[in-house]
């Protein structure tokens, strides 16, 4: 295995996380539902820990920057054009997989 600088890895972790910033925003047609459901985080998931790798960088960064910075608009306006009503399988699967 390549061993990489400190520098290195963390220019290809933040090329990594913009390549899956742009898919999420291209594949709008999937539902933070579905996302939940398949992979235990959504959109949402990822604007929160954004937020919180900035206040642990000591950068004071709102919620709704966050989501923007993710969705690539601001979170009402991605609901409005994007956000679908969840069907009752898709409300069954979350709750299955969450009643914990």
């Known amino acids: 295995m390549t061993e990489l600088t400190e520098e290195q890895r963390i220019k290809l972790e933040a090329a990594a996380f913009r390549t ?37 960088a000591g950068i004071d960064l709102s919620k709704e920057a966050s989501r923007e910075i993710v969705y690539g608009m601001p979170y009402d306006e991605w609901k409005a054009k994007h956000q679908t009503e969840a069907t009752a399988e898709q409300k069954a699967a979350f709750a299955s997989r969450h009643e914990h």
């Open 20 to 56: 899956l910033v742009d898919h999420l925003r291209e594949r709008a047609d999937v539902q933070n539902i579905d996302l939940m459901n398949l992979a235990g985080f959504c959109r949402n998931c990822l604007s929160n820990w954004y937020q919180d790798a900035a206040r642990e």
